[in-house]
C-alpha cells in the first residue's frame, strides 16, 4: 500500500506573524504538520536585547500563542509542531510551553527541545583550535578585543528535528535552525529519505523555501497579482500548504476557501526570494539546484513543483555573529516650501555646529519618499512642496545622544522656516546598535542536541 503524502503547513514566516493561521488548517484537517519559522539576523538581534533587559527571555513571544491557542488543538489531533522561535533561549520557550500545556492538561504531551546553534560561550576554544570565524563579506577574520560580542549562533540543519520527531515529539522546538530545514526535516522522518539521497534532500529544500515565509507564496508582496489582489484580502490570506509525495515532488495550494492566490507567478517570486545562485543554494543538508525544477498547474491555487537536483552539503556551518558596536539615535524632521534644499542645508549646518564636540561616530541623511529606497537613481525635484529629512546617528555611548538631542531641540526656534520635527523621535531612547558578523564555521565542531520533556 503506498504511503500516504505528508501535507506541511507554514503559519509563520517572521517574528510577528500571525500564527492563528494555523488554526484553519488543523481544525480542517488539512496538515500533518505545522511549521512555524520565526528567525532572522535581525530577530537574534532584537532577542538578544530583550534578553538584556531580562535574562529569563531571548525566545519569541509568539511562543506563548501557539502554547495557549494552537498546541491544545494539534495535540488533540496528533499534529506535531516545530518552531525555531526558541531563539536564543529554547529552554527557557519550553518552560512556557510546559507550563501553559499543565494549565491546559494536556498530558502526555512531549516537547523536545533542540540546542547546539550557540556558540557564544565556546568562541574561546574554537578560536583557539583554529577556526577563524572570517566575515565572509569583508575577508576580516575575528578578533575577541573587538567589540563586545553577544550573539554567535551556527545555523543548524535538519537532523535533530527528525531525532525529535522519531521520539515522538508534539512540539520541537529550536534556536537557528536554518529556515527551510524546519520542512525538510518532517519529510525525511515521514520518508525515510537517505541524508545522500541528494534530489529528495533538495526537494525538501525547495518545498521549505516556498512556505518559509507564509503570506508570500499566496499572493503576499506581489508584483505579479498587483493588478488582481483585492486589497482586503492581503489583511487575512489562507496561509500555505505543500502536500509531499515521497519522491519528492510537491503541490503548493492553501487553506481551501481563503483569500489570496496560488499560481505559478507567486511560485517564482517565492522561488527567487533571496536565492544568490539557482544552480547552488546553498543550506546546512544540501546544496539545492532549481536550474531543473519544473512548474506545472495542478487546478485552482495548485501549483506542482518538481524536477529540483542536488548536490552534496558542504563541509561548513554558516555562522551569524553580533557586536554591539555602539547606540543609534534617529530624528525626523519635516521642512516645507519654499527653498527647500537650501533649508536642507541649513539643518545640516545647525546639526552639525551644535554636535561639534561629541564623540559622534557617524552621521546619515535621508530623505523618505525620494532616495531612502533607490538612492539618487532619480534627480530630485527643484523645490518640493514638501520635504522629510531623516537623520541617524551613532555613537559609542547612549548618553553622548541623548545629549546630542538635546542640544538639537533647544534649537527648535533658531533652525530652518518652518521646520518641524517628529516627537514620537524626539522622545525615543538610543537603542542598541548590533552588527551583523556573518562567517563559516568547521561542520564537525558542530554538536546538535535534543532534550525531551514530557507534561505528567
Request: hydrophobic share 45%; with cysteine.
Amino acid at each position: 500500500m503506498p504511503m500516504p503524502m505528508l501535507r506541511i503547513g507554514s503559519a509563520e514566516g517572521f517574528y510577528g506573524d500571525d500564527v492563528t493561521r494555523a488554526l484553519p488548517m488543523i481544525d480542517g484537517g488539512h496538515v500533518d504538520v505545522v511549521c512555524f519559522e520565526a528567525l532572522s539576523e535581525l530577530t537574534l538581534a532584537i532577542l538578544r536585547r530583550d534578553q538584556m533587559r531580562d535574562p529569563t527571555r531571548g525566545y519569541t513571544r509568539d511562543i506563548e500563542v501557539i502554547a495557549a491557542r494552537i498546541l491544545p488543538r494539534a495535540f488533540a489531533n496528533h499534529i506535531p509542531l516545530i518552531t525555531n522561535g526558541g531563539g536564543l533561549n529554547p529552554a527557557g520557550a519550553a518552560a512556557v510551553v510546559r507550563a501553559a500545556a499543565e494549565r491546559q492538561g494536556l498530558h502526555g504531551l512531549t516537547i523536545a527541545t533542540v540546542s547546539g546553534d550557540d556558540l557564544l560561550p565556546r568562541l574561546p576554544d574554537l578560536l583557539a583550535a583554529g577556526e577563524s570565524f572570517t566575515n565572509i563579506e569583508t575577508g576580516q577574520p575575528l578578533t575577541l578585543d573587538g567589540p563586545p560580542i553577544v550573539t554567535a549562533n551556527a545555523y543548524l540543519g535538519a537532523a535533530p528535528i527528525v531525532d525529535a520527531l522519531a521520539q515522538r515529539a508534539d512540539i520541537v522546538i529550536t534556536g537557528r535552525v536554518a529556515d527551510p530545514c524546519l520542512y525538510l526535516a518532517p519529510l525525511i522522518h515521514r520518508y525515510g529519505w537517505a541524508w545522500d539521497d541528494w534530489d529528495r534532500l533538495a526537494a525538501g529544500i525547495i518545498c521549505g523555501h516556498l512556505l518559509e515565509c507564509t503570506g508570500q507564496v499566496v499572493g503576499g508582496n506581489s508584483l505579479a497579482l498587483i493588478d488582481t489582489a483585492q486589497p482586503a484580502d492581503l489583511a487575512h490570506p489562507g496561509y500555505p500548504i505543500a502536500a509531499v509525495e515521497p519522491d519528492g515532488s510537491f503541490v503548493v495550494t492553501k487553506v481551501p476557501g481563503t483569500p489570496g492566490r496560488v499560481s505559478q507567478e507567486t511560485v517564482k517570486e517565492q522561488l527567487l526570494y533571496e536565492l544568490h545562485d539557482p544552480h547552488a543554494y546553498l543550506t546546512p543538508d544540501v546544496v539545492a539546484d532549481i536550474s531543473t525544477l519544473r512548474l506545472e498547474d495542478a487546478g485552482p491555487d495548485r501549483v506542482r513543483v518538481s524536477g529540483v537536483t542536488g548536490h552534496p552539503r558542504t563541509a561548513t556551518l554558516k555562522v551569524n555573529l553580533a557586536r554591539l558596536e555602539g547606540y543609534a539615535r534617529e530624528l525626523i524632521f519635516t521642512l516645507g516650501w519654499p527653498a527647500v534644499w537650501r533649508k536642507e542645508q541649513q539643518l545640516r549646518g545647525m546639526l552639525a555646529a551644535a554636535w561639534e564636540g561629541l564623540p559622534i561616530t557617524r552621521v546619515a541623511f535621508s530623505h523618505p519618499g525620494l532616495d531612502s529606497l533607490y538612492g539618487p537613481i532619480v534627480p530630485p525635484p527643484a523645490d518640493p512642496i514638501e520635504l522629510i529629512v531623516r537623520v541617524v546617528c551613532t555613537a559609542a555611548d547612549a548618553d553622548t545622544l541623548k545629549t546630542a538631542v538635546r542640544r538639537a531641540m533647544a534649537l527648535g526656534l533658531s533652525g530652518p522656516a518652518g521646520m518641524s520635527v517628529a516627537g514620537v523621535t524626539v522622545g525615543a531612547d538610543p537603542r542598541p546598535l548590533l552588527g551583523l558578523w556573518p562567517a563559516l564555521v568547521t561542520r564537525a565542531r558542530i554538536e546538535p542536541t535534543v532534550t525531551l520533556t514530557e507534561v505528567p
